[in-house]
């Protein structure tokens, strides 16, 4: 057995004796302890100011010695299945960032979830763009961390309890888990994709000055007809749930149908009633803050919901458009509870197949 293997046994062996314990205590899974309040968490202008968005995170990545944060819910029982979100940031982002603008972390305990959330490793910048670069998901540097981290948390909480299995990712993150969900790795495993303003099947039209604002505080230049980061029009070919979810002032409209629902023969969209948060999230662009299309400062808001319901294999597929904001504002408490709510009522079962 490699020394790596050896890594992945032991932690795996620690993980089921926490597991075994069986009672509510603050316990260890896989070398990373749970605690109550979960560890580096943040709020408003104190993540800045108390530089808690630095922290890479509480686990390692046995293959590379990269760090993430792990959050699962402290009063974990032997077997007790549970549904696992691979959280991926945007470009120019950060794990922990990423942690508090889709703060899935907070809803462990409630709906039984384990969520990861890395970071990239690279600068990279985009075709055209000015800097000196920015952290983006790039296929040489960081599929096979995502693949360690998964390996990770199979081996801790045991394949066979893992329910359902989410790829969610904000942006660029967002169009890397719609580039990895059906790779020889992902497809076997990974049960839905949380589209968080970013690779949505079915592109809704983004606004042609999407993108952060100049040095000066005024708006991009507006993008040539026709460019895309990724080819929309090609199907994903494995099977999955799909939730999106966007800011208003980002794209021009929302699609009322969608090639996803039509292909699991889903009926028409129905809106649902609109979510109302009277408190803001956690986060936002602190240094970009302004331009409406990039965002503002998270404040609370309105998100219309709508389903297309009676799908395939009781498969979810669902749009969300938060009124007012833009492609940062962190996700308010109760448009991320709805989502998640979805989340969980939809089928998993590939882990636990062993594909």
């Known amino acids: 057995m490699g020394q790596a293997r050896r890594v992945f046994a032991a932690l795996a062996a620690l993980g089921a004796m926490a597991l075994g314990a069986g009672a509510a ?18 709020d408003g202008e104190g993540c800045v100011q108390g530089g808690a968005l630095a922290d890479l995170g509480n686990a390692t990545d046995p293959k590379t010695g990269r760090k993430f944060f792990l959050d699962y ?9 549970v549904t696992f979100i691979l959280n991926i940031h945007g470009a120019g982002s950060i794990g922990n960032w990423q942690r508090h603008y889709f703060p ?3 809803y462990v305990e409630k709906y039984r979830l384990v969520v990861a959330t890395p970071t990239a490793a690279t600068l990279n910048k985009f075709p055209g763009a000015e800097g000196p670069g920015v952290r983006m998901w790039m296929p040489a540097a960081d599929d096979q ?10 081996d801790a909480f045991g394949r066979e309890n893992i329910k359902a299995m989410w790829l969610a990712g904000h942006s660029q993150g967002g169009f890397t888990s719609r580039r990895i969900i059906c790779s020889d790795y992902f497809k076997g495993k990974v049960d839905g994709l949380l589209s968080l303003s970013g690779g949505r099947i079915g592109q809704a039209p983004i606004d042609p000055r999407f993108g952060p604002p100049k040095a000066d505080g005024s708006p991009p230049d507006p993008r040539p007809p026709g460019r895309s980061i990724m080819n929309q029009d090609e199907l994903p070919t494995c099977d999955f749930s799909h939730i999106y979810e966007s800011g208003s002032h980002e794209i021009t409209s929302l699609p009322d149908t969608s090639p996803w629902a039509a292909k699991y023969h889903c009926d028409a969209r129905v809106r649902r009633e609109d979510i109302v948060d009277d408190t803001p999230g956690h986060v936002w662009d602190y240094a970009r803050a302004g331009y409406p299309v990039w965002g503002m400062k998270a404040r609370p808001g309105t998100a219309e919901a ?28 109760h448009v991320t509870e709805a989502i998640i709510k979805l989340i969980v009522s939809a089928p998993g079962g590939k882990a636990q197949a062993g594909g």
Do not use: M
Not at 73 to 81: A, H, M, Q, T
Not at 145 to 154: E, P
């Open 25 to 42: 205590q603050a316990r260890d899974v896989g070398g990373v302890v749970c605690t109550t309040p979960q560890p580096v968490r943040c």
């Open 73 to 81: 819910p402290c009063d974990l029982k032997s077997g007790e299945k």
């Open 104 to 106: 899935a972390p907070d």
């Open 145 to 154: 961390h995502l693949q360690n981290i998964t390996d990770f948390v199979f």
């Open 306 to 333: 709508f389903v297309y319901p009676k799908c395939d294999g009781g498969r979810v597929v669902a749009d969300f458009v938060r009124q007012d904001k833009g492609h940062t504002e962190g996700l308010e408490p």
